[in-house]
């Protein structure tokens, strides 16, 4: 179970939610309205007050860096800090099992990250979380930069990981993905978010 209690930063107004394990939330707004700000709010990557806690630990009682491994946020655009795709998976083995799932052929992971395509980056910044086995996976955008096929091949993969019981909060633009991958959604509006009708 995720908890979230009166989390607030910035435009960000306070925010409660309760995530179980095996569930995909779904939040949509426009842009500037708050939902990357509540993302990086939850991994602990930027100061905000109120509580977050996992499977009844508190953030406050872990490291930054355990807190992120069980808690991984993926931005739309991931960073990218040395030359060689495979450099920047710390279980590359895990992950070359996923590779042509996700559309990959040959040896990407001996590529460097310049020739990568924005969609391609964005696959395997996806994958790069997913190896260290996360209980709790904040997705920004996470297929924004990927064609319906691309897409599909992503959401089976995510489906299959919602359904061992990880965890998804997802910030999407897509009525149709939110419809497809989670249970509940939310809509941001100027910082305040609102769940809506099913």
């Given at each position: 179970?995720?908890?979230?209690?009166?989390?607030?930063?910035?435009?960000?107004?306070?925010?409660?939610?309760?995530?179980?394990?095996?569930?995909?939330?779904?939040?949509?707004?426009?842009?500037?309205?708050?939902?990357?700000?509540?993302?990086?709010?939850i991994a602990?990557?930027?100061?905000?007050?109120?509580?977050?806690?996992?499977?009844?630990?508190?953030?406050?009682?872990?490291?930054?860096?355990?807190?992120?491994?069980?808690?991984?946020y993926?931005?739309?655009?991931?960073?990218?800090w040395?030359?060689?795709?495979?450099?920047?998976?710390?279980?590359?083995?895990?992950?070359?099992?996923?590779?042509?799932?996700?559309?990959?052929?040959?040896?990407?992971?001996?590529?460097?990250?310049?020739?990568?395509?924005?969609?391609?980056?964005?696959?395997?910044?996806?994958?790069?979380?997913?190896?260290?086995?996360?209980?709790?996976?904040?997705?920004?955008?996470?297929?924004?930069?990927?064609?319906?096929e691309?897409?599909?091949?992503?959401?089976?993969?995510?489906?299959?990981?919602?359904?061992?019981?990880?965890?998804?909060?997802?910030?999407?633009?897509?009525?149709?993905?939110?419809?497809?991958?989670?249970?509940?959604?939310?809509?941001?509006?100027?910082?305040?978010?609102?769940?809506?009708?099913?």
């Amino acid at each position: 179970m995720l908890k979230i209690e009166h989390l607030s930063r910035a435009v960000l107004k306070p925010v409660s939610l309760e995530v179980p394990a095996g569930i995909c939330v779904a939040i949509r707004g426009a842009s500037g309205s708050g939902k990357s700000l509540l993302l990086r709010a939850i991994a602990d990557l930027d100061p905000c007050s109120g509580r977050v806690s996992l499977d009844g630990t508190e953030r406050s009682a872990m490291a930054a860096n355990d807190w992120r491994r069980r808690v991984t946020y993926v931005a739309a655009d991931s960073g990218w800090w040395t030359d060689k795709v495979g450099d920047h998976f710390e279980y590359p083995d895990i992950a070359a099992g996923y590779l042509v799932r996700l559309g990959f052929h040959g040896d990407v992971m001996s590529w460097p990250v310049s020739r990568l395509s924005t969609g391609e980056r964005q696959r395997l910044a996806l994958l790069r979380a997913m190896v260290q086995s996360p209980r709790v996976l904040l997705l920004d955008e996470p297929t924004s930069a990927l064609d319906p096929e691309a897409t599909a091949k992503v959401e089976s993969l995510l489906h299959e990981k919602i359904n061992g019981g990880i965890i998804i909060v997802m910030v999407t633009h897509d009525a149709g993905q939110a419809a497809r991958m989670s249970k509940r959604r939310f809509r941001m509006q100027d910082g305040v978010l609102s769940e809506e009708a099913s």
